[in-house]
């Protein structure tokens, strides 16, 4: 199973970095910051998604699903980061729009993951589910209608933090938060409580430089793309890996 998954991978990943669309015909300069930070991102996340591919197997059948899930969300990012490169690398910019090709997958996905963490545990009503994934759309498809300049920026702001912060609600007061208080799991409660955090925590980096960008003008493209794939890189692997983590701990109980 183990070869079949990494034979797998390895055509995917090899289909994407030569294909038409990734094949760029400008070098990356060493002396370019945001193109540099493209590369590492896409590597990280590459190795992320091996890595998530061939632990799920390792893992309690009950989670699989949550650890699956988060080899898909690097893979999602990595062959988009993989574009943004070159876009970049052609014409020496990338508008923050084009990163919601990869926030409207990767961010629902990950507002499910404490849904599907949560049921690798104990029952739970699938309203938890789509209450997270709608005002994840919700808040992404606000943001990228004001980015791209379909509604007015300022509209736009407005509807993304009202998504986020019914998400947190969600996650701190709502019923996914009483029933992980209830379900008498250390593993899944503290991977819930670093996961909600990271929401918290490091998903401001996003309303804040929607703000910045649209709002107060006070931050340029290149520093903006910067943080962007910085703030991706540390969220979507630390989300995947505190699950993983959960899962192995779990995996350990159930066989001792």
Known sequence: MKKRSIAVIAA????????????????????DPVGITFWIVSMGMLAGAVFFFLERNTVA?????????????CFIAFVHYMYIRNIWVTTGDVSTAYRYVDWLITIPMQTIEFYLILVAVRKVSDS????????????LIGGYLGEAGYIQA?????????GWIYILFELFS??????????GNKPLSNAFA???MIVTIGWVIYPLGYLLSHLTGGIDSNTLNIIYSLADFVNKLAFGLVIWAAAMQNTSSSRR
Not at 154 to 162: D, P, R
Not at 174 to 183: D, R, W
Request: proline share 1%; hydrophobic share 60%; charged share 10%.
């Open 194 to 196: 670093v996961m909600r």
């Open 174 to 183: 709502g019923e996914a938060s009483k029933a992980v208080s209830k379900c």
């Open 154 to 162: 300022f509209v736009g702001f407005i509807i993304l933090i009202a």
């Open 61 to 73: 059948v009950a989670w699989r699903t949550s650890v699956t899930v988060a080899g898909l969300i």
């Open 12 to 31: 995917l990943t090899f289909l994407v970095i030569t294909s038409p669309a990734n094949a760029a015909t400008t070098l990356l300069q060493m002396n």
């Open 128 to 139: 938890i589910f789509w209450r997270l994934l709608i005002a994840s759309s919700i808040m």
